[in-house]
């Protein structure tokens, strides 16, 4: 089934799920969830970040599907999941773990285990959920792909002003805004390209990227807006005690190198850092090969190999 907005034919076009379902959040929240590929094989969770959607993960769910069981979902207020209940902690890290406990619950057996994949939003998704009982039943490794665990606007360097006070501010503003992103243009385009992607992205590439992020309900973004501008999930990381690898592209300026260098220091059990020569924050559409790569080697490490070596 195609989505309104998104790309609908090539490499980039959203795979049709096997199966759906609907995953209910702690406070209400319906999450729409996709199942892809066959039962009983190795199971991958994957959570999107800022206004993304499942559309976002389409290389990786193509690719890992043909002998993974893999389980994508839309952040509330993302692509067909609902908008938020009225109510102060409707956008929240709360939340974030909420909904990730819940899609683990939904969409695995009784102690069956997962690797967690988590890009942006969704990594913090992942380290908001550390000590969550869902996620230390189902979460056998984690993967971190251009994310950060506070100090997020303060660090962006999408606007080209001298690190301070003021440079925070208008970074807070302009990721914040309220205005519709109206449609894609090649401005637009242009726009998100500098914004969240390397130089070298391919036209198809940004094509998808800006269908899926001007398809985010201008009121969803800013809501998730003011939850990244006051982040602070370093203690959450700290809990994370699974192994975790984490990915990154180095032209990232939504959240720089120096985020993951952090992430993958802070960690109690960091398995890798990737560095990603040519690529910026949309990792997963960049660089697919490598994100994909990356779960794989994490299921072939942590869910393929017997039980008693994954506790080592």
């Known amino acids: ?35 892809h590929g066959p039962e009983g094989a190795p199971a991958v969770v994957l959570s999107h970040g800022w206004t ?39 956008y929240s890290t709360t939340a974030l773990a909420d909904d990730l406990a819940a899609v683990l619950k939904a969409g695995l057996a009784p102690g069956e285990r997962a690797v967690v994949a988590g890009h942006s939003m969704g990594g913090m998704t992942v380290m908001a959920a550390a000590d969550r009982p869902e996620f230390t039943e189902h979460a056998a490794a984690a993967l971190l792909c251009s994310t950060g665990s506070s100090r997020l606007v303060a660090e962006s360097t999408v606007l080209p002003l001298r690190p ?3 440079r925070t501010r208008v970074t807070s503003a302009v990721l914040g805004s309220r205005f519709p992103l109206g ?24 094509e998808a990227c800006a269908r899926i992020v001007h398809a985010c309900p201008a009121d969803v973004r800013h809501a998730w807006s003011h939850v990244l501008e006051g982040l602070d999930l370093d203690a959450g990381l700290a809990r994370l005690t699974l192994p975790t690898a984490v990915l990154a592209g180095r032209s990232d300026r939504l959240t720089p190198i120096a985020h993951a260098r952090r992430i993958a220091a802070a960690l109690p059990r960091c398995v890798g ?26 299921t072939a490490l942590y869910l393929s190999a017997p039980e008693k070596e994954k506790t080592q």
Do not use: N
């Not at 990737?274 to 990356?294: F, I, N, S, Y």
């Open 52 to 90: 993304c959607s499942t559309a976002f993960w389409a290389a990786q769910i193509r690719e890992l599907a043909v002998d993974h069981r893999v389980i994508a979902y839309d952040q509330r207020g993302h692509g067909r999941s609902p908008a938020a209940p009225a109510g102060a902690d409707g």
């Open 164 to 166: 301070g006070r003021a």
């Open 273 to 298: 850092l990737t560095e990603l020569t040519g690529a910026g924050h949309m990792t997963p559409v960049e660089a697919p090969e490598a994100v994909t790569a990356a779960v794989r080697e994490l």
């Open 183 to 206: 449609p894609v243009t090649p401005l637009t385009r242009a726009v998100l390209k500098y914004a969240t992607m390397a130089a070298g992205s391919a036209p198809d590439r940004v």
């Open 1 to 35: 089934m195609s989505r309104p907005g998104h790309v609908t034919s090539g490499p980039w076009a959203p795979p049709v799920a096997a199966r759906e379902l609907t995953a209910v959040s702690a406070d209400g929240a319906r999450l729409h969830v996709e199942l």
